[in-house]
């Protein structure tokens, strides 16, 4: 399993929240109402950890069913609605494998506020985008609970996306240009431009957050043209498209795979496409893990794409990096950062399998591509391989190395691609730019099932961080109490000052100084390389893992 945290929480959610498919429009009598340019739609209502009230609207769609002759289509918007459309429900998740209750009908956005009666120009908005490597996740509450950041004065917005081959199909051809799934985030920010202000959210103030996918999801936003003018700040956590991760015109060879795991003539694209569409939804979703070349390896297998020109509106015109070199990106405030140890908890499944580890080591110039998603073609991934295992195992590769197995996880599949997308937008914007490192090691982890005594070393891994912004009913109490609580205070300030002043300590407020002490957060230049320390207590400090990331910077050189 790619992301062992998702299979809890998605157990969980299937078990527990009993999630039924949305048909059409749906009516309730109680709960809070509240009219949009849409129509009306009833809602209801929760508390955050200190009482006030939350006005929850689950399951908005936010664009037409994605199905029948709109499969493999850019989403379009949707209608309104008469009546009162019942807004009380998680939706279903997109289609992916695990066996969560899915629908490919599943454009829906979840929306959380604590006012309905505002004056303009209304609260920031946050929009997160769930991580899950592209092809696993969702926008359930039992996952991303608002909890803890409608403490703060913001909206927040949580919506799916289509994922896998139902979201990110790419032939090349006009059949299936790519992107799809990334263009329904653009489809999610236009339903927030246009509606949000319902929600006492303020359409001029949008920031833009995602995680892993999700964060890699939001540095495209910031140079895709057809997100322009929707958002403005971004936070970019664990995931960054500006770094080693292949950025192609198209992903065709998925496409045959994808064709050959279901059967389908893999030819052409007209052929592919053609039999694609006679397969259920679950049938393409539940194909996933035909993907995988070694253990569950590559992380990231659908991405997005640079997209020939066929008259389409495109999201990626250019690959990303030349667009943040020449200038061509929206120049808002931007903060990115990692947690300490990421991946480094998937060097155990090297590690503790002897057959495994000598693959590892003996069909490396193979096997290391595909694990730490680098370019593949040799000779510059013999190159690229080399170079690595001189730096990372100077000493050769044993039972002794997870050290070196985790590091080069950490840094091959996030920790570079974030660094040296830090350096190009501090170099190229005309906005501030914040880096951090979440350190915080606490009781609670992603890494693996909770309650299971696990004592192995896995470190902050991926997915920590968002322990202390979301509210994880499904894995974990609600955090009101010391050590945990000190976590969540610090991160909703940081988070919700970045959403309202686009810097995350923008003056020294009481509340500033009494949950983040008297500390003051530069911003990242290529002279200073400054990053936050985020833990028990904040800590400025300088140039991040330099040594591991100059190795890499050495060998994949813009």
Known sequence: MRF???????????TECGLKLHSGNRSSERGPSVK???????????????GRTIYNFKGVRYAEAPVGHLRFKPPVPVSGWNGIYDATRDPPGCPQPDNLDTSEDCLFLNVFTTELKCETPGKPVMVFFHPGGFYEGSCNSSVYGPQYLLDKDVVLVVPNYRLGSLGFLSTGTKEAPGNNGMKDQVAVLKWVKDNISSFCGNPNLVTIFGYSAGGLSVTAHLVSPLSRGLFHRAISMSGSILGNLPIYTNQSHLAKKQAQLLNCPDSSATEIIACLNTKTAKEIGDSLYGFDEFLYDPIWIWTPVIEPDFGQERFLIEHPIDSVKKGDFAKVPVMMGITTDEFGSRSFGIMLNETVLETFDKDYLRVWPIIYTYERNPPLSETVSKGLRKFYFPDGIDSSSRRGVAELYADGVIGFGTNRGVKLLSKYNTKHVYYYLFNYHGRYTHAYYPNTNNTLPYGVSHHDDLLYLFYVSVMTPLFNQDPEDRIVN?????????????????????????????????????QNQTFMDISTALVAEHKLYEDRYRTWENLLPL
Not at 501 to 518: H, K, R, V
Request: aromatic residues 14%; charged residues 10%; positive net charge.
């Open 36 to 50: 949009t340019p849409l129509g009306r739609m009833r809602g209801s209502v929760s508390e955050t950890r200190f």
């Open 490 to 526: 610090k991160m909703i300030q940081l988070w919700s000052n970045f959403a309202q002043a686009g810097n995350p300590i923008p003056n020294q407020t009481y509340d500033n100084f009494q949950i983040l002490g008297s500390i003051t957060w530069p911003p990242f230049t290529e």
């Open 4 to 14: 062992l945290w998702l299979v809890i929480v998605f157990c969980a959610v299937q």
